[in-house]
């Protein structure tokens, strides 16, 4: 019966205002947590662009490979900011990730057919339109890159908004 009253008694207080000093941990967590997703989400595309190449022997195109050269040092990047937190990594992440997201971009519409076959770069070597993959009739890696990216950019950029309020 004690412990009844006791939480009948702890439901109705009044909830207590939260601290400068718990506001801040709040948000290192949350910040840590979205830079987290964000090296999470450019690990598992490096394994994936990886795997695609040297286990289900994918030939890259030179699309591909640039793409490659802005997405693998981000999971060093991002992997160094988590430990201790550090904000500052957006800067130096974000352009990679822009760069990265512009070369998928263009790689899409490539691959969709909305760029003309003369101005493509794959002119020798694997095509850039090689349809390795389709999932769900329309994830191409093409378009899981350009996800990857996106999603990243997105990450950052709620992280960096975050930081300077």
Request: hydrophobic letters at 50%; proline letters at 5%; aromatic letters at 14%.
């Amino acid at each position: 019966m004690f412990s009844i009253s006791r939480m009948l008694h702890h439901q109705n207080r009044p909830s207590r205002f939260v601290t400068d000093q718990e506001q801040r941990t709040a948000d290192i967590d949350t910040d840590w947590a979205l830079l987290f997703a964000a090296w999470f989400i450019v690990t598992v595309s490096t394994l994936g662009s990886l795997f695609f190449s040297n286990v289900m022997d994918f030939a890259p195109c030179i699309l591909c490979w640039y793409q490659r050269i802005f997405l693998f040092p981000l999971v060093i990047i991002l992997g160094r900011g988590l430990f201790p937190l550090d904000r500052d990594v957006v800067k130096y992440a974000l352009p990679l990730i822009v760069a990265g997201w512009l070369l998928a971009a263009y790689h899409n519409l490539l691959y969709h057919g909305f760029i003309p076959d003369n101005m493509q770069p794959c002119s020798q070597g694997v095509s850039c339109t090689e349809e390795y993959i389709l999932l769900f009739g329309f994830l191409s890696i093409p378009m899981l890159s350009l996800l990857a990216f996106t999603t990243v950019i997105a990450l950052l950029l709620v992280v960096r908004k975050r930081s300077l309020r």
